[in-house]
Antibody
C-alpha cells in the first residue's frame, strides 16, 4: 500500500525555521518525483516545491524561492522541506504528494503555524 | 506563477451535469497537456480525478471527464450525485518543473 506521512510541523515565530519530512512506503521511491503543496486555513491549494527521483531536479514557487530548500534521502525513502525565514503567510497545512499520473498519492499533511 | 482562474462555486441537482472551467494563459494551460483535476473533501487530502487533460485513474467513475480548448481546461461531472459535493482544483504544468493550481471551485448538489 502506497503511503506518504508528513511530520515536522508546529508553531514557530516569524523569521524562524522548520524542517518538514515526508516518509514514503509501498513503492520504489527513487522512481518518483515528490511535490510539496500547501493549503492555508480556509484557502486553496498552492504548489510549493518539487524534487525529481534522483534528487538533481528541484524547483520552487516564487513565493518560497530562496527561503525553502527541498531535498531527499532515497536510502530513507524520505523527502525534506527546509523552511527558513518563515512568515505569517507561510501558515498552512503542508502536504507531500507523489508525482505520477498527476499527483496520485497524498499525505494527510502537517500543520505549520507562524506566529509570535 | 499566478493561480489559474476557476469559478468560486457551481451547483446542480442530482442527475444533472456541471462543468468547471479552469482558465490560464498561453504559458501554462495553453502550452502543456499536463492538466490535472483534484477533488477535496473538508479536512481531507486531495484526490486526483483527471490527469493529462482527460485521463482518469483507475477507480475514478467515468462520470468525471476532462477536456481543454486553448487556454481553458474543463472538468465535467455528469449525473451529479450527492457525494460529488466537494471542492475541485485544476492544476497545470508551467515549465521548468513547476506547477500551478487553480483557485478552486465548490460544487454544491442542490
Amino acid at each position: 500500500e502506497v503511503q506518504l506521512v508528513e511530520s515536522g510541523g508546529g508553531l514557530v515565530q516569524p523569521g524562524g525555521s522548520l524542517r518538514l519530512a515526508c516518509e514514503a512506503s509501498g513503492f520504489t521511491f527513487i522512481n518518483y518525483l515528490i511535490d510539496w503543496v500547501r493549503q492555508a486555513p480556509g484557502q486553496g491549494l498552492v504548489w510549493v516545491s518539487r524534487i525529481g527521483g534522483d534528487g538533481t531536479t528541484k524547483s520552487y514557487a516564487d513565493s518560497v524561492k530562496g527561503r525553502f530548500t527541498i531535498s531527499r534521502d532515497n536510502a530513507k525513502n524520505t523527502v525534506y522541506l527546509q523552511m527558513n525565514s518563515l512568515r505569517a503567510e507561510d501558515t498552512a497545512v503542508y502536504h507531500c504528494a507523489r508525482g505520477a499520473a498527476g499527483l496520485d498519492y497524498w499525505g494527510q499533511g502537517t500543520l505549520v503555524t507562524v506566529s509570535s | 506563477q499566478s493561480a489559474l482562474t476557476q469559478p468560486a462555486s457551481v451547483s446542480g441537482s442530482p442527475g444533472q451535469s456541471v462543468t468547471i472551467s479552469c482558465t490560464g494563459t498561453s504559458s501554462d494551460v495553453g502550452a502543456y497537456n499536463y492538466i490535472s483535476w483534484y477533488q477535496q473533501y473538508p479536512g481531507k487530502a486531495p484526490k486526483v480525478l483527471i490527469y493529462e487533460v482527460s485521463n482518469r485513474p483507475s477507480g475514478v467513475p467515468d462520470r468525471f471527464s476532462g477536456s481543454k480548448s486553448g487556454n481553458t481546461a474543463s472538468l465535467t461531472i455528469s449525473g451529479l450525485q450527492a457525494e460529488d459535493e466537494a471542492d475541485y482544483y485544476c492544476s497545470s504544468y508551467v515549465g521548468a518543473s513547476t506547477n500551478v493550481f487553480g483557485t478552486g471551485t465548490k460544487v454544491t448538489v442542490l
